[in-house]
């Protein structure tokens, strides 16, 4: 909720059945012509039209979504945030993110919910430990907080978590990174819509692209289901749907596209006050604010554009959170949900221009997407706005797959695939 808004304002729209709060945002219909039109009304995009019109002062923008604001990946994930990744590149990427997240509900006068409870990765080989002390190294040396738990740390700070030295994966050590943490998924997208709409940025719900316009080899506009809208220069944020699209205007992406699923338990009371990764079983969880076990696993390994989940994946990650904790065992499951996720062969983003000028991508990002959105969408700001990259965008540019540079962050991401 906005801070301009009182305690008693609150109480009294509650009363009168919330009937008189103002739009949040405008609902215009598309003009024929813009600067630049961001194609995707998730977190990215919306974080990049805000940036254009706030950073590069460019307020003649487009944000066009076919469905509805923040309806796509941006509200189906379990809202995690970190920097913990080894490789310097990933690291000022995602820690960029991170910096803009710890300021963003100042910046847009929105509540986003940042709660940097921190983030664990418990590791229980001697392969995994290893691995583990490494990062924390990487993360030190690219200034980043880390710190290496052991067993005893570990046993203190969660003890629910299974000690039985029967156990399959006993907690031996683990990364643990304290300004990671969660932030409300919606919260974020409704917080940037409000603030780049009022710069004047255009968010058109319910206007799909269905291709682009190019003249002289160039991108020079979009085509919707509301009309042709010209600009001069397009962005594209549409996450697993980025190759479909991309493939409209002549090119393949080296992405693929996977369903990966969440669930949610019946609330209880506090009692996980950090986000865990257990490296043993892929799951991952935190607690929310109103008590529910928000956890999710690996990916359903189908190729898949459905925005659900298949059975037997949800047995491998429930099993994996019973494996974390016995005692969740009596939990009820209250819902499930999917979102498509893109990957890409090194498991790092695809941020720079497309082959064809005037063309722009923000694609990639796998299941690190809402946690990379402020910087996302500055970046990609930043690419529209100048034509050139941001020094922390450049390892990231689709050429890396011609010359090797290859950024390999499948471990630091965190899930099995």
Not at 88 to 109: H, I, K, M, T, W
Not at 218 to 226: F, N, P, R, S, Y
Not at 272 to 295: P, R
Not at 349 to 355: D, M, S, T
Request: net charge neutral.
């Amino acid at each position: 909720m906005s801070a301009r808004y009182s305690a008693l304002t609150i109480v009294r729209e509650g009363l009168r059945g919330h009937r008189g709060w103002p739009q949040a945002w405008r609902k215009p219909k598309p003009q024929r012509t813009y600067d630049f039109v961001v194609v995707g009304g998730g977190g990215h995009g919306l974080a990049t039209a805000y940036y254009l019109a706030k950073t590069h002062g460019r307020r003649r923008v487009a944000v066009i979504e076919k469905g509805w604001i923040g309806g796509g990946n941006t509200g189906r994930n379990t809202t995690v945030v970190r920097s913990n990744y080894f490789y310097p590149e990933s690291v000022a990427l995602y820690d960029l993110a991170l910096r803009l997240y710890e300021g963003l509900s100042s910046e847009l006068n929105f509540n986003v919910m940042l709660s940097q409870r921190g983030i664990l990765n418990v590791a229980h080989t001697p392969a995994q430990l290893e691995i583990a002390a490494r990062l924390v190294n990487a993360m030190q040396i690219n200034g980043v907080d880390a710190e290496f738990w052991g067993p005893d740390e570990i046993r203190k700070r969660l003890p629910l978590m299974t000690q039985s030295l029967n156990s399959r994966f006993l907690p031996n050590g683990g990364v643990w990174h304290p300004r990671g943490g969660t932030a409300r998924h919606d919260a974020v997208a409704w917080g940037y819509a409000r603030a780049a709409d009022g710069l004047g940025v255009d968010i058109v719900e319910a206007c799909e692209a269905i291709g682009f316009v190019i003249e002289n080899a160039a991108c020079v506009g979009v085509e919707t289901t509301l009309g042709e809208i010209r600009a001069e220069a397009v962005g594209v944020a549409v996450a697993g749907h980025s190759s479909q699209l991309m493939a409209k205007a002549g090119v393949k992406l080296p992405i693929h596209s996977y369903a990966l699923q969440a669930m949610v338990s019946e609330p209880l009371k506090p009692c996980l006050d950090i986000v865990l990764l257990h490296l043993g079983t892929g799951t991952y969880a935190s607690q929310s604010d109103k008590g529910e076990i928000v956890f999710g696993g690996g990916l359903d390994r189908v190729p898949s554009y459905g925005q659900r989940g298949n059975p037997p994946m949800q047995e491998i990650v429930v099993s994996g959170l019973t494996e974390m904790f016995p005692a969740f065992g009596q939990l009820k499951l209250m819902r499930q949900w999917g979102g498509i996720v893109d990957f890409v062969p090194d498991s790092s983003p695809i941020i720079g221009p497309a082959p064809v000028p005037g063309l722009f991508l923000n694609c990639g990002w796998g299941t690190g997407g809402f946690k990379a959105i402020p910087a996302g969408g500055t970046l990609l700001a930043h690419l529209m706005a100048t034509g050139a990259h941001h020094p922390i965008s450049r390892p990231f540019d689709l050429d890396r797959f011609e010359t090797g540079r290859l950024i390999d962050e499948a471990a630091g991401s965190g899930i099995a695939h």
